[in-house]
């Protein structure tokens, strides 16, 4: 049984059938990419698992417990944290102000803290900041708007953000989108690196091949809403069901 089990997961939105009983699995410590053209429905089948969605047939388990009917924060608090197309971090402040803030939230489960105790967890905190910032080879960058900084640093902000959690299962949304290849390359090595100095698990939706084939040890291919092939990414290249899936004709 893998972390992340999903069973016969179906989802409709009217008269249009965004998932059709899939079934995956994802291993522990493993790397598991998600691929497929667009509308295959790999954004509604992330929804699912962070408590944006509820599927109208199937289960969602994280290490055997159920994810269905409970809120994103909740799903966060039990190890799940997840990675935006978008980088969710907060412009307006530097690289080490966007790090405290999680680290007060990780610490005590809410934002809110009175004036004593952050007097007397600072120095704590701080030094937290500080290791993962260090992680992330953004120590450096410290006292950074993050304005200012390039896509692939946003990236990788907010990345650290999400190991400051400690999260068991990251869910990673086109995490190279709109990236230069420079900054694509960039990203994947931090991913190697996070997984090899932590114990976590990926899960990725990608379009980038490159950065599928650079770090997924299991591929699943979704169309249509319906898996295809789940495969290594050496039986993934070539596939007839995958050619079919992206150039619209089966291939011989």
Do not use: W
């Amino acid at each position: 049984m893998g972390i992340l089990e999903i069973k016969n997961v179906s989802k409709n939105f009217g008269g249009l059938k965004a998932l059709s009983d899939v079934n995956l699995s994802v291993e522990e410590n493993s790397v598991h990419a998600i691929i497929g053209p667009n509308g295959a429905g790999k954004s509604t089948l992330l929804n699912c698992l962070v408590g944006k969605l509820i599927p109208d047939t199937g289960s969602v388990t994280f290490m055997g417990q159920s994810l269905l009917g409970r809120k994103p924060h909740e799903i966060n608090q039990m190890g799940v944290s997840r990675v935006f197309q978008t980088p969710e971090i907060f412009s307006d402040l530097t690289v080490f102000e966007n790090i405290m803030i999680p680290c007060f939230a990780h610490r005590d489960g809410a934002f809110q803290m009175n004036a004593l105790a952050a007097v007397t967890k600072q120095k704590d905190i701080q030094e937290t900041a500080e290791a993962i910032l260090e992680d992330v080879n953004m120590l450096d960058k410290r006292h950074m708007h993050a304005a200012a900084m390039s896509r692939g640093d946003k990236r990788r902000l907010e990345m650290a953000m999400c190991l400051v959690q400690e999260p068991k299962l990251l869910l990673l949304d086109e995490p190279t989108a709109g990236m230069a290849r420079a900054d694509t390359n960039n990203t994947i090595d931090l991913l190697k690196e996070i997984k090899e100095k932590r114990d976590i698990t990926m899960a990725i939706i990608e379009h980038d091949m490159h950065v599928v084939f650079s770090l997924a040890e299991r591929i699943t291919v979704l169309a249509q809403g319906t898996p295809l092939v789940e495969e290594t990414p050496e039986n993934i290249k070539g596939h007839p069901k995958v050619r079919e899936a992206y150039l619209g004709e089966a291939q011989v």
